[in-house]
């Protein structure tokens, strides 16, 4: 089973321009945060961090993506009162169910990348 990627955005402002020192540690952080033992020690899923800069290197927009956890009693099934509108089929139905591991992923997560650009010198987060 497909799990799906779920998705948040945060911003980050810099004292001073760090985009090529940031995107080259980062790369070297979000490795070791997202070796098998890292994200089992603290009880979170697989994430990944993405920095967009600005063209001065001080501002960034933050990504997160993370996988959902298996739980099956989340489902896609086929809709018995709606149809596709182009086919006439049968429309997807989800029903998808987030658990407490995917807003401690979320929530933790988001900890772990403040403090790490906090220590690169960033100086609004949010």
């Known amino acids: 089973m497909v799990h799906p990627l779920i998705t948040t955005a ?14 080259n540690s980062l790369r070297e952080q979000q ?3 997202r070796e098998p033992a890292a994200p089992a020690a603290e009880k979170i899923g697989q ?8 063209p001065d ?26 149809a596709d509108p182009v086919f006439g089929q049968p429309a997807a139905h989800v029903d998808w169910r987030v658990r407490d591991e995917e807003k401690r992923t979320a929530a933790r997560t988001l900890e772990l990348c403040e403090g790490y650009l ?6 609004e987060f949010h």
């Open 118 to 123: 906090r220590s690169k010198e960033a100086v």
């Open 31 to 33: 490795v070791r945060l």
């Open 47 to 54: 994430f990944r961090l993405i920095l967009r800069f600005d």
């Open 57 to 82: 290197g001080g501002h960034a927009e933050i990504n997160i993506n993370w996988e959902q956890v298996p739980n099956e009693q989340s489902r896609i099934t086929l809709s018995e009162t709606r």
């Open 10 to 23: 945060a911003e980050v402002r810099f004292a001073r321009p760090v985009a090529m020192e940031i995107r």
